[in-house]
């Protein structure tokens, strides 16, 4: 039976991570993996968002009869740097990462286990292929401007996917290793690279519609993150990430 852990990366979430911990003790259909782990990172929080995971850890463990794990570090590095540190903590066959605040349920898992089944690489949840559901629209200025970054991504880095900031995404074990050794993006364009380094890399891709609804309280400022974010997309066209060495699917030699 092949296994799955959970990587959501949390930050300052004290408001809402009691919503998050409740859809997960409400149970997930797994048809035929085992949940091995969920492990939370997070990334310097300064409210109480560790302490209301730890006060429910055991409740959750004994529903999902899973493990919860908790990386924790005071500085606040960035979405991309808590994702690494979550991924390169699963040692399972594949790995879904996914937002704190649920902006796409937990429940559209069940429309990836087919492309598990199958050992598809990389699985990425779209909003954007004209078959999801958004039941939930961001205001129009944010959905122009992450159009025009995926727009602007895909010409930079020539990846062509429908959609690279939905944070529902999933790994194999083989994918999510060597991606994530290479992967130098800290903060918001961490998407773009880990799809850029998958493409380079020569591992499988499918994107699948999933039902997305926008959480207003996000805490990502499009227009201040803007210059860091597009410095970041040449910064991953430049960098060689020691690809020389081989496109294949073999172990990163680092």
């Known amino acids: 039976m092949k296994t799955l852990s959970f990587v959501i990366p949390v930050y300052n979430e004290e408001?809402?991570?009691?919503?998050?911990l409740k859809a997960l003790m409400g149970g997930v259909s797994f048809s035929g993996l085992k949940l091995e782990k969920v492990i939370f990172v997070d990334d310097g929080s300064k409210d109480n968002t560790e302490f209301k995971i730890q006060s429910l850890k055991l409740k959750i463990e004994r529903r999902l009869k899973t493990r919860i794990k908790i990386i924790s570090y005071k500085k606040n590095r960035g979405k991309g740097y808590a994702i690494k540190k979550g991924m390169l903590a699963s040692k399972s066959d594949y790995t879904l990462m996914f937002d704190a605040d649920m902006s796409t349920s937990i429940t559209e898992l069940k429309k990836f286990l087919p492309f598990m089944k199958k050992e598809v690489d990389?699985?990425?949840?779209?909003r954007k292929n004209g078959q999801s559901t958004v039941t939930k629209h961001q205001p129009l200025y944010r959905e122009l401007l992450g159009r025009g970054f995926t727009l602007l991504s895909n010409i930079i880095l020539n990846t062509w996917v429908t959609d690279f900031t939905c944070g529902f995404k999933a790994f194999s074990k083989g994918a999510r290793d060597r991606i994530f050794n290479y992967a130098i993006i800290d903060r918001w364009s961490y998407d773009a690279e880990i799809i850029y380094l998958a493409k380079k890399m020569n591992f499988s891709i499918q994107e699948k519609a999933v039902t997305w609804k926008n959480d207003p309280r996000t805490k990502v400022d499009l227009m201040k993150d803007l210059?860091?974010?597009l410095a970041d997309l040449i910064k991953i066209r430049l960098h060689d990430y020691n690809l020389l060495i081989s496109f294949s699917k073999e172990p990163?030699?680092?």
Do not use: Q, S, W
């Open 15 to 20: 408001n809402r991570i009691g919503k998050t």
């Open 122 to 126: 990389v699985i990425i949840g779209t």
């Open 227 to 229: 210059p860091e974010t």
């Open 252 to 254: 990163a030699l680092i």
